[in-house]
T-cell receptor, first 114, second 113 residues
Framework: DGGITQSPKYLFRKEGQNVTLSCEQNLNHDAMYWYRQDPGQGLRLIYYSQIVNDFQKGDIAEGYSVSREKKESFPLTVTSAQKNPTAFYLC?????????????FGAGSRLTVL | AQKVTQAQTEISVVEKEDVTLDCVYETRDTTYYLFWYKQPPSGELVFLIRRNSFDEQNEISGRYSWNFQKSTSSFNFTITASQVVDSAVYFCALKGGTYKYIFGTGTRLKVLA
């Protein structure tokens, strides 16, 4: 079955540590996205990538980094510079044609900073 | 600027009641797309519907229906005869001429047995 796999589902981190969240898709989608979800704030865009080796900052990119070396993979690193990293992180992808894309989401990764 | 407003933070209804979730959007794009997603307690967002700005026909899918009105910039979602399984957070989203999708803050629906 095609879909998006995010791992780990739950992650605990000590302050000052970098962590990397994995996102893999087998949908052959061109575009991939990372969103952060906090209670009462909806989904906020961190980074997105339209094609391999290219990505753009979203609305809240500070303290995060990404790479897009392969079409199917878009890992997100939460660095120690991110002041409040505890959140639910969602990865999504979309095929690009005529702008009428439907985002497909992964199951999410919940990061807790201890 | 693009914006999506879901003014209802949380709604509680008793099973079998009808409920409408409101979505108001702002955009200067003439071509845009509107979406509704459902987020059950498991966390994964599930796609429900997509509408483009040129199609104002209302849509019905089983107990779900959507009312798109460009005159009021609204894209409301109605669940008829709600069921406990409808309990979730529902998000409205907007996509204009860029790759960005703008999400509202979501409405938490609680359907009580």
């Amino acid at each position: 079955d095609g879909g998006i796999t995010q791992s780990p589902k739950y992650l605990f981190r000590k302050e000052g540590q970098n962590v990397t969240l994995s996102c893999e898709q087998n949908l052959n989608h061109d575009a991939m996205y990372w969103y952060r979800q906090d209670p009462g704030q909806g989904l906020r865009l961190i980074y997105y990538s339209q094609i391999v080796n290219d990505f753009q900052k979203g609305d809240i990119a500070e303290g995060y980094s990404v790479s897009r070396e392969k079409k199917e993979s878009f890992p997100l690193t939460v660095t120690s510079a991110q002041k409040n990293p505890t959140a639910f992180y969602l990865c999504a992808s979309a095929i690009y044609y005529s702008g009428a894309n439907v985002l497909t989401f992964g199951a999410g990764s919940r990061l807790t900073v201890l | 600027a693009q914006k999506v407003t879901q003014a209802q933070t949380e709604i509680s209804v008793v099973e079998k009641e009808d409920v409408t979730l409101d979505c108001v959007y702002e955009t200067r794009d003439t071509t845009y797309y509107l979406f509704w997603y459902k987020q059950p307690p498991s966390g994964e967002l599930v796609f429900l519907i997509r509408r483009n700005s040129f199609d104002e026909q209302n849509e019905i899918s089983g107990r779900y229906s959507w009312n798109f009105q460009k005159s009021t910039s609204s894209f409301n979602f109605t669940i008829t005869a709600s069921q406990v399984v409808d309990s979730a957070v529902y998000f409205c989203a907007l996509k204009g001429g860029t790759y960005k999708y703008i999400f509202g803050t979501g409405t938490r629906l609680k359907v009580l047995a």
